[in-house]
């Protein structure tokens, strides 16, 4: 079988043909699929994307999903994975229902999937309001949002436990020339009537951390079938039609926990 897996960033495979916007790793092709799937029709048997198809603009998923389509061969899977809009609307009324009686802690989480929902959709700066929220000190409902994100809140963890030491070097001259090159900048910029502000928004708005849109398992299973696609189910992230794809660890640890809880697990076939 030819396994190809879409928008790949740090969670790949070998054996799998793995594309990305960006390439970090030998094993990962570098290609900007807005354009399209740099492979023959009906080429491959498997298909993955996990947390990709949110980056694209609304409009442009369909054309997204087809191009998956067209390289399928009859018969092939795909396997696409999102955040699961349903599953934050409802922890979020969940929580209300508790809130609205007074209770503190669930106030705090509502704070929390509200910030879970929109921030990744509005942020103009790399991190957003969730980054602020994870450098507190102590960080509010810290338990609840593990059982939320998983594996991605526990690498952060993990890493900001790393940071104890750290090394100082003079940042003086560096700091220097960056204040001169944004002083360039913005003499430029404000010759053509916008700042260096707009600039630099704009430069992140379009850099493919933000998400476009969010799917739940209707949604996402009326995409599916206007792209083409039949068998339309949703999975757990332990079940797949793919042979062996546990053994993968792309949606499961090597203990057999969900890497990104918030997540819908959907399958379908060409």
Request: aromatic content about 12%; proline content about 3%.
């Amino acid at each position: 079988m030819k396994l190809l897996n879409l928008g790949c960033g740090s969670r790949f495979h070998k054996d799998w043909l793995n594309i990305d916007f960006k390439s970090n790793h030998e094993d990962v092709k570098e290609f900007d699929l807005r354009k399209g799937i740099p492979l023959e029709s009906n080429s491959v048997s498997v298909v993955y994307s996990s947390h990709v198809l949110e980056h694209f603009q609304k409009e442009a998923a369909p054309s997204f999903l087809k191009e998956v389509h067209r390289v399928l061969e009859p018969g092939g899977i795909i396997r696409i994975v999102v955040p699961d809009l349903e599953q934050i609307v409802r922890s979020y009324l969940k929580e209300f229902d508790m809130g609205f009686k007074g209770d503190h802690a669930s106030i705090i989480r509502m704070k929390w999937l509200v910030n879970e929902l929109l921030d990744q959709v509005q942020r103009n700066y790399s991190g957003g309001e969730t980054i602020k929220w994870w450098n507190q000190e102590i960080i509010p409902e810290i338990d609840f949002i593990k059982l939320r994100l998983g594996n991605e809140f526990q690498n952060f963890l993990n890493f900001k436990s790393n940071q104890l030491v750290r090394v100082s070097f003079s940042k003086k001259p560096k700091e220097k020339l960056r204040k001169i090159i944004r002083f360039l900048k913005n003499l430029i910029l404000n010759s053509l009537g916008f700042t260096l502000e707009m600039a630099e928004i704009g430069k992140f708005r379009l850099s493919g951390e933000v998400h476009y849109w969010m799917y739940d398992s209707v949604s996402l299973s009326e995409l599916l079938k206007e792209s083409g696609f039949r068998n339309i189910r949703i999975c757990k992230c332990n079940e797949s039609e793919i042979p062996s794809f546990n053994s993968y660890y792309l949606d499961i640890d090597e203990y057999g926990t969900s890497r990104k809880p918030d997540s819908l697990y959907m399958e379908a076939t060409k």
